[in-house]
Nanobody
Framework: QVQLVESGGGLVQAGGSPRLSCAAS????????MGWYRQAPGKQRELVAG???????NYADSVKGRFTISRDNAKNTVYLQMNSLKPEDTAIYYC??????????WGRGTQVTVSS
């Protein structure tokens, strides 16, 4: 099992550049797949950014060129750098780690609210 705690959300002005963090309770060295998702009110949860152990990334079209996912194995932390935020980026942001042999684990989320 792994516990995940997201942080870094809050109220941000449009155009802002917050960084979200996802701290894991265990080493993430062997984690093959990690991702950031978001869920806006009345909408389904969607993948925002994904990262594999090989360094491959993928992004939702709506955030390409603005968001960057990264990992720091030494700190057991996954990050989401968000730039040029827009009001439509308002959502609860969740991180998910897929542990080999155990499946996916979710954090409880962090709210990001972008004011225009």
């Amino acid at each position: 099992q792994v516990q995940l705690v997201e942080s870094g959300g809050g109220l941000v002005q449009a155009g802002g550049s917050p960084r979200l963090s996802c701290a894991a309770s265990r080493s993430i060295f062997d984690i093959n797949v990690m991702g950031w998702y978001r869920q806006a009110p009345g909408k389904q949860r969607e993948l925002v950014a994904g990262l594999t152990s090989g360094g491959s990334t993928n992004y939702a079209d709506s955030v390409k060129g603005r968001f960057t996912i990264s990992r720091d194995n030494a700190k057991n932390t996954v990050y989401l750098q968000m730039n040029s935020l827009k009001p439509e980026d308002t959502a609860i942001y969740y991180c998910k780690l897929t542990v080999p042999g155990f499946g996916g684990f979710w954090g409880r989320g962090t709210q990001v609210t972008v004011s225009s």
